[in-house]
């Protein structure tokens, strides 16, 4: 079966660092993406990772363990505009889909 | 600004009314999909083309109708729905679906209401 889990909800400071946990069960892995909605807005791409380790941007990154079925990612120096729902998503090796959970809502506070 | 646009954005329709959902993209992409996001849901994939051609059809009822005329346009027909349709359908682009690593680009979506 196909299962993917995240927090919920999150909250944290302006200026601190948050780690969103993602974990993840397929058939078939082929990759994992992150995503950040704004509310009322379109998910925007912020990260792929398809081998393991870590893959930094900027003020994110994101790590993946495939033994481990998963990923996380680190948003450093919050900002405000950081409050937003992120999205992981894992494409399936056999069907080719992405498949979603249902995302972190992160609320940054000053 | 992503390059994927949907119109209406929103739309208030009644269980017997017909409307159809646009989406266009101006990446240069081949593959488009149709997602259906519920609230405290995963986003479901609806329907992917992929060179025009539909590659996916996620178990959707027969009340929601894709069309894709060319790479750069999807529609979304809409007929008879339930109120449990009422959701955002997000609408997205990528080089080629069947390749893992491509990015899906989305559209900011249609909010939609059946009452």
């Known amino acids: 079966g196909q299962n993917i889990d995240q927090p919920t909800e999150m909250t944290a400071t302006e200026g601190a660092i948050v780690q969103i946990n993602c974990t993840y069960q397929?058939?078939?892995?082929?990759?994992l993406f992150w995503y950040q909605q704004h509310a009322g807005e379109a998910p925007t791409f912020l990260s792929y990772n398809v081998l393991d380790g870590l893959e930094e941007k900027g003020r994110f990154s994101s790590f993946l363990s495939r033994s481990k079925g998963y990923s996380y990612l680190l948003l450093k120096e919050l900002q405000m505009k950081d409050s937003a729902s992120y999205l992981c998503?894992?494409?399936?090796?056999?069907?080719?889909?992405?498949?979603f959970g249902t995302g972190t809502r992160l609320q940054v506070f000053p | 600004e992503t390059g994927v646009t949907q119109t209406p954005r929103h739309l208030v329709m009644g269980m017997t009314n017909k409307k159809s959902l646009k989406c266009e993209q101006h990446l240069g992409h081949n593959a488009m999909y149709w997602y259906k996001q519920s609230a405290k849901k995963p986003l479901e994939l609806m329907f992917v083309y992929n060179f025009k051609e539909q590659t996916e059809n996620n178990s959707v009822p027969s009340r929601f109708s894709p069309e894709c005329p060319n790479s750069s346009h999807l529609f979304l027909h809409l007929h008879t729905l339930q109120p449990e349709d009422s959701a955002l359908y997000l609408c997205a682009s990528s080089q080629d679906s069947e390749v893992p690593q491509e990015t899906q680009y989305f559209g900011p979506g249609t909010r939609l209401l059946v009452l």
């Open positions: 998503a894992v494409r399936d090796r056999g069907t080719d889909k992405l498949i």
């Open positions: 397929t058939s078939g892995f082929n990759g």
